[in-house]
């Protein structure tokens, strides 16, 4: 018998993963995971720009900086071992890691980080302006990145601090890929992108050793790997469309951990199991178009934060998927502000509508996503206002309906989520705390401009000085004060900060889901 199971723990490994199949328990340096990996389009960090591509390229690739696997709320080196800044020239040079190797068994070169930059502002794909708001173009790339022995110099044309671009030389597409290995399989002038789609050329935990779109990824061990090699000598990811089939297989002990379990199956999971839940960086928020008259007085702000039912969602039809968190910047992450003042109070909302000779009944048209749980939230904001003569029709729609009536400023009432493009608070803040042109003819991606708030000035001068603050002890507190002011002075009610519940076998220790998916760690996992 027990030559048996071990030949079905091989095959369940090495062979195509059919449904229907019959599995037996995982092998113990293996973690087989359940989730639904649909969304990647691309897999090159030059091009990835979706969910699970961000979480295997976390482990697959590093940075010169990052936030590691032992503690992703700090930057730690990563390919560099140190730097320097200098903020008057707007330069940082890193020294590069003694020692540090490709999966391929090449030396990490200071060479491969010009490369890897270069590769990402030619290509000019999804992600790639994030580096490009440097100032970095393809004429003066050899410029603003340069190489001399064992040191690289980053050089940027903006009124950053320099803890803002660490943030940024720290995000997706600023991994160091092998530009040796890339190099051989450059097709016409591709950069070796349709090569990188399918393989890796990293020096991460992790190579990625087989990719079939919509059925599986594997990642295995880099036992060079400078930071120690991983326990799990195999990571094999199944793609499980359906949470119920995903519930059957964790309870059966075919996969050690389920990534999309709703929370009535989370609930349901019997012994053997454990649910882990993870703050994630997207926050939730109600916003009114300040171009419908009745939703201008800032006495309507106010009183819309007393009419948000927090507890009542995020203990009934939210929980474990959304915690109660008011500010821009989620908490978990340096110049977050965690602070929670407003609650559910139908009485004292009234009285600052009356004390500022408001009319009621306010009509408002509500748009929002036509899935769960947003059109719940949606019903819950419409019995609260109701309370105090706000009305809120309910206005359901696809997600590219929803998005697209907001892009064009035509909605009244808006209830949706918004999520950083990298971990710098300045990421936020300029979307919620900054609107330095509110014309018509300026679309701009950001809340502010999107909900035609005009920004008080003042408002967004402290937005472009904390860009540019230096020292970040300052930076942070900076951050919070802007926090301070929209959560108590907008017409975006931030609400909820999402969180994130993963079920998986006891035995499973050592797992790191950080804020986002670019910081899902595979490394530390062990299996007791």
Same mark, same amino acid.
Do not use: C
């Given at each position: 018998?027990?030559?048996?199971?071990?030949?079905?723990?091989?095959?369940?490994?090495?062979?195509?993963?059919?449904?229907?199949?019959?599995?037996?328990?995982?092998?113990?340096?293996?973690?087989?995971?359940?989730?639904?990996?649909?969304?990647?389009?691309?897999?090159?960090?030059?091009?990835?720009?979706?969910?699970?591509?961000?979480?295997?390229?976390?482990?697959?690739?590093?940075?010169?900086?990052?936030?590691?696997?032992?503690?992703?709320?700090?930057?730690?080196?990563?390919?560099?071992?140190?730097?320097?800044?200098?903020?008057?020239?707007?330069?940082?040079?890193?020294?590069?890691?003694?020692?540090?190797?490709?999966?391929?068994?090449?030396?990490?070169?200071?060479?491969?980080?010009?490369?890897?930059?270069?590769?990402?502002?030619?290509?000019?794909?999804?992600? %790639? *302006?994030? $580096?490009?708001? /440097?100032?970095?173009? =393809?004429?003066? #790339?050899?410029?603003? @990145?340069? +190489?001399?022995?064992?040191?690289?110099?980053?050089?940027?044309?903006?009124?950053?601090?320099? %803890? *803002?671009? $660490?943030?940024? /030389?720290?995000?997706? =597409?600023?991994? #160091?890929?092998?530009? @040796?290995? +890339?190099?051989?399989?450059?097709?016409?002038?591709?950069?070796?992108?349709?090569?990188?789609?399918?393989?890796?050329?990293?020096?991460?935990?992790?190579?990625?050793?087989?990719?079939?779109?919509?059925?599986? +990824?594997?990642?295995?061990?880099?036992?060079?790997?400078?930071?120690?090699?991983?326990?799990?000598?195999?990571?094999?990811?199944?793609?499980?469309?359906?949470?119920?089939?995903?519930?059957?297989?964790?309870?059966?002990?075919?996969?050690?951990?389920?990534?999309?379990?709703?929370?009535?199956?989370?609930?349901?999971?019997?012994?053997?199991?454990?649910?882990?839940?993870?703050?994630?960086?997207?926050?939730?928020?109600?916003?009114?178009?300040?171009?419908?008259?009745?939703?201008?007085?800032?006495?309507?702000?106010?009183?819309?934060?007393?009419?948000?039912?927090?507890?009542?969602?995020?203990?009934?039809?939210?929980?474990?998927?959304?915690?109660?968190?008011?500010?821009?910047?989620?908490?978990?992450?340096?110049?977050?502000?965690?602070?929670?003042?407003?609650?559910?109070?139908?009485?004292?909302?009234?009285?600052?509508?009356?004390?500022?000779?408001?009319?009621?009944?306010?009509?408002?048209?509500?748009?929002?996503?036509?899935?769960?749980?947003?059109?719940?939230?949606?019903?819950?904001?419409?019995?609260?206002?109701?309370?105090?003569?706000?009305?809120?029709?309910?206005?359901?729609?696809?997600?590219?309906?929803?998005?697209?009536?907001?892009?064009?400023?035509?909605?009244?009432?808006?209830?949706?989520?918004?999520?950083?493009?990298?971990?710098?608070?300045?990421?936020?803040?300029?979307?919620?705390?900054?609107?330095?042109?509110?014309?018509?003819?300026?679309?701009?991606?950001?809340?502010?401009?999107?909900?035609?708030?005009?920004?008080?000035?003042?408002?967004?001068?402290?937005?472009?000085?904390?860009?540019?603050?230096?020292?970040?002890?300052?930076?942070?507190?900076?951050?919070?004060?802007?926090?301070?002011?929209?959560?108590?002075?907008?017409?975006?009610?931030?609400?909820?900060?999402?969180?994130?519940?993963?079920?998986?076998?006891?035995?499973?220790?050592?797992?790191?889901?950080?804020?986002?998916?670019?910081?899902?760690?595979?490394?530390?996992?062990?299996?007791?």
């Amino acid at each position: 018998m027990k030559l048996f199971r071990t030949a079905l723990l091989a095959s369940a490994l090495a062979l195509p993963l059919a449904s229907g199949a019959v599995y037996a328990a995982t092998p113990a340096d293996a973690l087989v995971i359940a989730q639904n990996i649909d969304d990647i389009v691309a897999l090159d960090p030059a091009q990835a720009y979706e969910f699970s591509a961000g979480e295997i390229n976390a482990n697959l690739y590093d940075h010169l900086v990052q936030y590691a696997a032992e503690d992703t709320t700090v930057l730690a080196p990563g390919l560099a071992s140190e730097w320097t800044a200098d903020e008057a020239a707007k330069t940082i040079t890193f020294t590069m890691r003694d020692g540090a190797t490709f999966a391929s068994g090449n030396p990490v070169r200071a060479e491969d980080v010009h490369y890897s930059f270069k590769r990402v502002v030619n290509l000019n794909l999804t992600p %790639a *302006f994030i $580096l490009t708001q /440097l100032g970095w173009t =393809p004429e003066n #790339i050899d410029e603003m @990145v340069t +190489v001399d022995g064992n040191t690289v110099t980053i050089k940027w044309d903006g009124d950053f601090a320099s %803890a *803002f671009v $660490l943030n940024v /030389l720290a995000s997706r =597409p600023a991994s #160091i890929v092998d530009e @040796v290995l +890339v190099s051989q399989h450059v097709e016409g002038e591709d950069w070796g992108n349709a090569w990188l789609n399918t393989n890796s050329a990293g020096s991460g935990p992790y190579v990625l050793t087989d990719y079939r779109p919509a059925e599986l +990824v594997r990642l295995t061990a880099n036992e060079n790997y400078f930071a120690g090699a991983p326990a799990m000598k195999q990571v094999l990811i199944r793609h499980v469309a359906e949470a119920a089939t995903q519930q059957l297989l964790l309870t059966s002990g075919d996969v050690d951990m389920a990534k999309n379990l709703t929370p009535d199956q989370i609930a349901g999971l019997g012994e053997g199991i454990k649910v882990e839940a993870y703050p994630q960086a997207a926050v939730h928020f109600l916003s009114f178009n300040q171009k419908t008259e009745s939703l201008t007085d800032p006495a309507v702000w106010e009183a819309a934060r007393y009419l948000v039912n927090y507890d009542g969602m995020t203990e009934s039809f939210l929980k474990g998927q959304m915690e109660k968190h008011q500010a821009f910047w989620p908490k978990g992450f340096p110049g977050s502000y965690d602070e929670t003042p407003y609650s559910y109070d139908v009485e004292k909302a009234k009285q600052i509508l009356a004390d500022a000779g408001i009319e009621t009944p306010i009509n408002v048209t509500l748009d929002v996503i036509n899935a769960a749980p947003f059109t719940d939230m949606a019903q819950s904001l419409q019995a609260g206002f109701a309370e105090a003569g706000i009305n809120f029709d309910i206005l359901p729609g696809t997600g590219a309906q929803v998005i697209t009536k907001y892009r064009d400023r035509t909605h009244e009432a808006m209830l949706l989520y918004w999520g950083p493009d990298f971990m710098d608070p300045h990421s936020n803040a300029k979307a919620f705390a900054y609107n330095s042109d509110n014309s018509d003819d300026n679309y701009t991606a950001t809340t502010t401009w999107r909900n035609a708030w005009a920004v008080p000035e003042e408002m967004n001068e402290e937005v472009r000085a904390a860009l540019a603050e230096s020292d970040q002890s300052k930076r942070n507190e900076m951050y919070v004060d802007l926090q301070k002011k929209v959560q108590a002075e907008s017409p975006i009610v931030i609400m909820f900060q999402a969180q994130l519940q993963i079920a998986m076998a006891d035995n499973v220790e050592g797992y790191v889901n950080g804020s986002n998916s670019d910081f899902v760690y595979y490394r530390l996992v062990t299996k007791n």
